[in-house]
């Protein structure tokens, strides 16, 4: 039997934590291998390993026949391998429909259309998803998000498919639908080779091969049978805690529930509770009533409205009809005394990641309101009972799943509430955790009379309840103990009974169209050598940008309505002609010849006059206040020495604080002093010309010398930059910090592949955002383009490719979305508006502002637009401005590629 | 009481989070330091350095001293050139003033016939054309004059004009800009700070959790303002202390603590800005563009860029309403005119409603968006 994945001496560690320990192990080719045990004992880390999309640290790993550190294998192998991440619809686009995600995934496999449309035809008969063509991803059930994420897994017909806890938090009915799918797959391709993680032992008992976890390391390797034989055991779930080291089973004992005595106090009670989102009804007319210390299971398919439910009991979602009661008083949101008393925790992980799990106990002691002394006493005894010491200081994402489930337990009961409402709280957590978990829950209940309200899609957890409900489509279908649930459907399990239930509720055609299509999911076509760089892989990124892009029409309008509003902003607020400015007189003298003076200043549209000054003192303390922005100073005598041809001198002072406006004030007191004296001697023959050259000035390009037409063509190219960057900038980032980077992994794209898919659509959006712009300055602001408008059009468009790669440099450099933004900002904002000689040509800068601004592509795009605007030039001129640009974009481009990676490290 | 611990942890918890992420500590101190550096230092003098090409038809004495007359760091070494070179080097942005001096401008000048000079101006570059236009003119007649006096002396003026510089005699560009480099710093970072942390809570589904707490919106929102506040409030103290006073060397006039606490008022209502797009913006894409919309405006309407006193008249009422306007006056009071509490207290003032009105808008947004 030769071994689809060869692993040798393998070491994987996160910073302390050590995930994989020396494991050495073969993994037969063309059977369905499992790998069980419990969290965190490095089945995810090994079959990332195994998929490509983590980075090898020490050891050796052959997979398919060849070395997984070699870049080139990877890249021959990619297209055979197909992965799915643990977590619901991890590696799908919620934005995207069924098919649209399908068409993704088949276009980075280099398909073709008639091929694709055979295959999504096929993959979608075979789930029944063929009725859901057109529904997002992000709308449908965890069990059909599961098997749309196995769909696209197999669109290229891999030769090894790895699997990743794919039915964890699904419903059993969707889940035993997916093992029939499975099954099918390898009967129409016998000599495909499947990996599964899993956490259910009755799945595991399907698989050809398990390999038995822990710490780490390999326990134990065989079928299920040869397991069982070695251990002893009836069933793997005990031969699984058999296997365990000696440690690690002392603290499992076999779950015992003792029986409740009722007293018949009602906690929690619903009458005809029901919520509608829009036509939708998630909720209709759903009634229970819990008993004290109760411990009572919730049980449904994905979808049907119990987390609805009970985010209705917490307060957090009104309810739109009908009544929930805790403690025989309505459920009011806003009574804070309520939540005291009830203990939440939501379906997915909900605490700060961002602080370790005794800085989340701490938090959560304090804002109960625990008092002081007892709240170390109480954080230290959750640690014990929770057994979280040995991670009480690391961060929670670090820590296994089941570990961070424990924690947030802990966190539901710190405050020792009196209701329990916990929303599957065990889903992806492995069995001795679950019955660790569920000895807890007893404890509470038993012992210090909690009512418990849980969900859970774990038969054997169900069994457990005191009472259940069974819920579909938003309707309680039964209430009672399990076992007379069971004995109502006359089956042997619960799980049949409930199987049973939910097929009779179920929409009657999708069910049996599953079945009925027969399950050939082999395509005529094999996928051709895949190229080194491929334009219909490029596109397909494109493509899915664009449709996430169309699907939020926000955002493309905020950025066309965004940049019209800026550049009348702009447009109209960058005003040059300083006008209206403040001043006062100081006059000592008050003759008649003073006051020509003075009105010589105040008679100029420049400025605006206010109260006379009355001293030194008055001066000083208006200047300081900022009320006047020019004070004119005239000295005693001034007319007595004008007429002896004393000389007397005004002064002039200028607030100097804000130096733009100063410099004009200076300029406009000496031409108004000039002025003064142009008409002393115009009617003083005696007094000589004091001119004795003119200077005649014209202002080329904008004659009028408005700021509008020399600000229009400057503001473009900034709103260029700005808006297209920011577009951009969280294109790779969000895939990071949502997970579906993962795709980018383990596909056969390559990074610039990537980039410049993800960068089309982007240019395209700031293309008719140029466009726009031009538009607006032609027929609003009256700028015309004087040049020739094939060379802005042309610049223009390398210009926003400069734009956006800037954005998406940002992007693949950073890690998180909040850290893409303020550096965007600070890369384009500081640069774009003062470095690139929108106010201060670049030429008269120096330091770190004029390398910059030698740099930045908006300078020159800048001197393009000025050029063509207002200068009447054509490419023969300006050419050499879009060398510069044309060199940025082939730089910036390689800059994304190296601060982005293929694999996770 | 209640309210008061669960406002300060839920703050540190904030502040623990911002300390999770190395890259947005490392932005913000780059913002805090090189960017606020760079950009004072980077708005020249008025003009600084400009281009000026001169086609001389007179080669007399009196051209030649008037082209040794255009001097750094205003002017760099002017380049004689022909008609010809004059128009290509305008339209290339070369050259930003050309002069043509006219045969026997000499001796025209010493005959009294007031020759006229040409001046070209290149207005698309708008700061420098006026006040450059300006310079050359006053330069121009001041070595005619000196020239002329050499040979006539009857050129005594009847009244004489000293322009004065209050506050900043030299008027150095960087004591302003450092200024409103650290407003911008301030105003950008706390508007992202605030907006992302609550999207990112809302993406990641931790808000929800929050609520089943005995924790009401305006306890998770103090949180925010104050743990962000603070950030900010103390990155523009030490930038202050040893970006502007220490690198920059700006003599700063008046209370720092004083000009502080306008900051915190400032941050007040940015920081309340930025829970209000928070609840506005639907994803973080979205949030990002919305934070552009709304910082070029408040940045270049608010009179950091041009005095506000030009502006149309309703922009200008309308900017009455943005913090920066106010901040900005305020700031350059305290800071570079000495101004104390009995003169800026108005802005104060109008900081603090401003404030109060987007935290009262925010926080109404903020409790419906959590229904």
């Not at chain 1, 977590?87 to 694709?116: H, I, M, P, W």
Request: aromatic share 8%; net charge neutral.
């Amino acid at each position: 039997m030769s071994a689809i994945a060869d692993i040798k001496q393998i070491t994987l560690r996160y910073g302390k934590t050590c995930a994989l320990d020396d494991l050495t192990l073969s993994l037969p080719s063309g059977q369905m291998v499992g790998l069980i045990g419990p969290d965190g004992v490095g089945k995810s880390s090994l079959l990332a390993l195994i998929a490509g999309a983590r980075k090898l640290q020490e050891g050796q790993l052959q997979v398919l026949d060849g070395d997984m550190r070699d870049a080139a294998h990877r890249r021959r192998v990619c297209p055979r391998i197909a992965y799915m991440p643990q977590g619901l619809g991890k590696n799908l686009y919620a934005t995207l429909s069924v098919r649209e995600n399908l068409d993704f995934f088949g276009r980075l496999f280099n398909q073709g259309s008639q091929e694709r449309e055979q295959r999504i035809a096929l993959l979608l008969a075979s789930t029944g998803l063929t009725d859901f063509i057109e529904r997002p991803a992000g709308k449908l059930s965890g069990g059909m998000k599961q098997k749309l994420g196995l769909c696209c897994a197999l669109i290229h017909d891999p030769d090894l498919l790895i699997l990743d806890e794919p039915t964890t938090g699904v419903d059993p009915l969707s889940r035993s639908q997916f093992w029939d799918l499975i099954g099918r797959i390898r009967e129409g391709r016998p000599g495909m080779s499947v990996l599964i993680a899993s956490s259910y032992m009755d799945e595991a008992q399907r698989f050809d091969h398990l390999v038995v976890m822990d710490d780490g390391k390999a326990l134990a390797c065989g079928s299920p049978d040869e397991l069982l034989q070695r251990t002893g055991t009836s069933d793997l779930e005990q031969a699984f805690v058999a296997l365990l080291p000696e440690e690690k089973r002392q603290n499992h004992e076999k779950l015992v529930i003792p029986p409740r005595t009722a007293d018949g106090e009602i906690a929690i009670e619903a009458h005809d509770l029901t919520r509608r989102f829009g036509d939708f009804t998630a909720v209709d007319k759903v009634n229970f009533r819990i008993e004290r210390g109760e411990i009572f299971g919730f049980l449904g398919s994905n979808g049907c409205g119990k987390s609805t439910t009970m985010k209705m009991l917490t307060g957090l979602l009104p309810s739109s009809s009908g009544e929930a009661s805790l403690f025989g008083k309505p459920v009011d949101p806003k009574d804070i005394n309520t939540r005291k008393r009830v203990g939440y925790m939501s379906q997915a992980f909900s605490l700060y990641s961002e602080l370790t799990v005794r800085q989340n106990l701490n938090l959560h002691a304090r804002l109960f309101q625990l008092a002081a002394g007892y709240r170390d006493e109480r954080v230290a005894e959750l640690i014990e009972t929770f057994n979280l010491a040995e991670v009480a200081d690391s961060l929670p994402m670090s820590v296994p799943l089941g570990v961070r489930q424990r924690l947030s337990l802990a966190v539901a009961v710190i405050h020792k509430p009196e209701i329990l409402i916990l929303d599957e709280p065990t889903s992806g957590v492995d069995p001795i955790a679950r019955d660790a978990f569920w000895a807890l829950l007893v404890k509470l209940s038993r012992d210090d009379g909690v009512t418990i309200f849980i969900s859970t899609h774990f038969m054997n957890e169900a069994e457990r309840c005191d009472r259940m409900s069974l819920m579909h489509a938003g309707k309680v279908l039964a209430s009672d103990t399990p076992e007379a649930l069971r004995l109502e459907r006359g089956k042997d399990t619960l799980e049949e009974a409930f199987i049973d239930w939910l097929r009779e509720a179920s929409d009657p055609q999708a069910t049996p169209d599953a079945e009925a299509a027969s399950p050939t999911p082999q395509v005529v076509s094999s996928t051709a050598r895949l190229p080194r760089f491929s334009l219909r892989r490029l596109m397909s990124y494109a493509r899915r940008e664009t449709i996430e892009l169309r699907r939020d029409p926000i955002r493309g309008l905020l950025a066309l309505l965004g940049s019209v509003f800026l550049m009348f902003i702009m447009g109209y607020g960058i005003n040059l002609d300083v006008e209206d400015l403040t001043f006062a007189v100081l006059d000592n003298d008050r003759t008649t010849y003073s006051e020509r003076y003075i009105q010589n200043l105040s008679g100029s549209r420049y400025f605006v006059e206010r109260p006379p000054l009355v001293s030194h003192a008055d001066l000083e303390q208006r200047m300081r206040e900022g009320s006047i922005s020019l004070a004119l100073e005239i000295p005693p005598n001034f007319g007595r020495d004008l007429l002896r041809g004393d000389t007397p001198q005004v002064a002039y002072w200028v607030d100097g604080a804000m130096p733009m406006r100063a410099d004009t004030l200076r300029g406009y007191a000496q031409g108004i002093h000039l002025n003064y004296l142009r008409s002393l001697a115009a009617e003083q023959p005696y007094t000589v010309s004091m001119e004795f050259s003119k200077v005649a000035t014209r202002y080329r390009y904008n004659p009028d010398v408005k700021s509008l037409p020399a600000m229009v063509p400057a503001v473009i190219p900034i709103l260029l930059m700005l808006i297209p960057a920011m577009l951009t900038a969280l294109a790779v980032v969000r895939e990071k910090e949502l997970g579906s980077i993962i795709n980018f992994y383990v596909t056969p794209v390559t990074r610039l592949e990537f980039l410049l898919g993800k960068q089309l659509p982007y240019i395209l959006l700031g293309f008719i955002n140029f466009l726009t712009l031009l538009l607006l300055a032609v027929l609003v602001f009256k700028v015309p383009v004087k040049g020739s408008l094939p060379t802005l059009l042309l610049a223009g468009l390398v210009y926003i490719t400069c734009a956006t790669g800037v954005g998406l440099f940002m992007s693949s450099l950073l890690k998180s979305q909040i850290a893409a933004i303020f550096g965007t900002a600070i890369v384009t904002i500081v640069p774009a508006v003062q470095f690139s000689g929108l106010l201060h040509p670049v030429s008269s800068m120096e330091g770190f502002g004029a390398i910059i601004g030698e740099l930045y592509p908006t300078t020159h795009f800048l001197i393009i637009s000025r050029g063509v605007f207002s200068k009447a030039l054509g490419l023969s001129e300006l050419y050499p401005f879009f060398i510069p640009m044309l060199l940025a974009i082939p730089a910036l481009t390689l800059f994304s590629v190296l601060g982005l990676n293929k694999q996770e490290k | 009481m209640r309210s008061l611990g669960n406002i300060i942890q839920l703050g540190i918890k904030e502040l623990r989070s911002l300390w999770r992420d190395p890259a947005l500590v490392l932005l913000i101190i780059y913002a805090f330091s090189a960017n606020i550096y760079s950009s004072a230092m980077a708005i020249p003098e008025s003009p600084h350095r400009a281009s000026i090409a001169v086609v001389d038809e007179d080669r007399s004495q009196l051209s030649g001293r008037l082209l040794d007359a255009f001097q750094l760091p205003y002017f760099v070494p002017p380049v004689r050139i022909d008609q010809a070179a004059m128009d290509a080097g305008m339209d290339s942005g070369k050259y930003t003033f050309t002069l043509d001096i006219p045969p026997n401008f000499q001796r025209d000048v010493l005959g009294g016939k007031q020759p006229t000079i040409q001046l070209n101006v290149d207005a698309t570059q708008i700061s420098q054309a006026f006040s450059g236009a300006g310079y050359i003119q006053q330069i121009i007649q001041d070595e005619t004059t000196t020239f002329v006096s050499r040979y006539r002396t009857d050129t005594v003026l009847p009244v004489d004009a000293v322009v004065r510089m209050a506050f900043n005699p030299n008027l150095e560009r960087s004591w302003f800009g450092s200024l409103t480099a650290v407003i911008d710093q301030i105003t950008m970072l706390s508007i992202i700070l605030t907006g992302a942390a609550l999207i990112r809570e809302r993406e990641h589904g931790t808000i929800e959790h929050l609520l089943v707490m005995p924790v009401t919106p305006l306890e998770i929102m103090l949180a925010k303002v104050w743990s962000m506040g603070l950030v900010v409030l103390v990155a523009s103290a030490l930038a202050l202390r040893f970006v502007v006073e220490g690198l920059l060397a700006v003599p700063v006039q008046g209370s720092i603590a004083l000009f502080l606490l306008g900051a915190a008022l400032h941050l007040f209502a940015t920081t309340s800005i930025g829970i209000f797009f928070g609840t506005v913006a639907r994803s973080m894409p979205q949030l990002g563009l919305l934070i552009i919309l709304a910082l070029i405006p408040l940045q270049i309407l608010s009179g950091e860029v041009t005095p506000r006193e030009s502006m149309p008249m309703l922009i200008q009422v309308i900017m009455l309403a943005a913090p920066t306007t106010h901040f900005v006056e305020l700031a350059q009071s305290i800071l570079l005119r000495g101004a104390n509490l009995a003169i800026v207290w108005p802005q104060l003032l109008g900081l603090l409603a401003i404030g109060s009105v987007f935290f009262l808008s925010a926080l109404a947004r903020l409790r419906q968006s959590l229904q």
